[in-house]
């Protein structure tokens, strides 16, 4: 049974700092591409960071260039998100996706950047 699970979300004051995970089981991990996505109440679902299976390249949204960084562990079957400088604008429930033959989604974390 393929599961993809996040975990890390949190309320946050600004500039402050969290670290998502995201933990697979049930596919071959190591062959997949990850990414992470945000969506926040009202707004479209919205592309944060893809990592290579590899783990050899990144990419990130204009929006958190940066401040975030993207990161795997293959033998752990784990990808992160580390996300610093946090701001209001980024709250909001982050999802995993991993993107290969098939596609697969977790469930989310929600992430609260609030004073």
């Known amino acids: 049974q393929v599961q993809l699970v996040e975990s890390g979300g949190d309320l946050v004051q600004p500039g402050g700092f969290l670290r998502l995970s995201c933990a697979a089981s049930?596919?071959?991990?190591?062959?997949?591409?990850m990414t992470w996505y945000r969506q926040a109440p009202g707004k479209e679902r919205e592309l944060v960071a893809t990592?290579?299976?590899?783990?050899?390249?990144?990419t990130y949204a204009d929006s958190v260039k940066g401040r975030f960084t993207i990161a795997r562990d293959n033998a752990k079957n784990t990808v992160y998100l580390q996300m610093n400088g946090l701001k209001p604008d980024d709250t909001a429930v982050y999802y995993c996706?991993?993107?290969?033959?098939?596609?697969?989604w977790g469930q989310g974390t929600q992430v609260t950047v609030s004073s």
């Open positions: 990592i290579s299976s590899t783990g050899g390249r990144t």
């Open positions: 996706r991993a993107m290969g033959r098939n596609n697969y």
């Open positions: 049930g596919f071959t991990f190591s062959i997949y591409a």
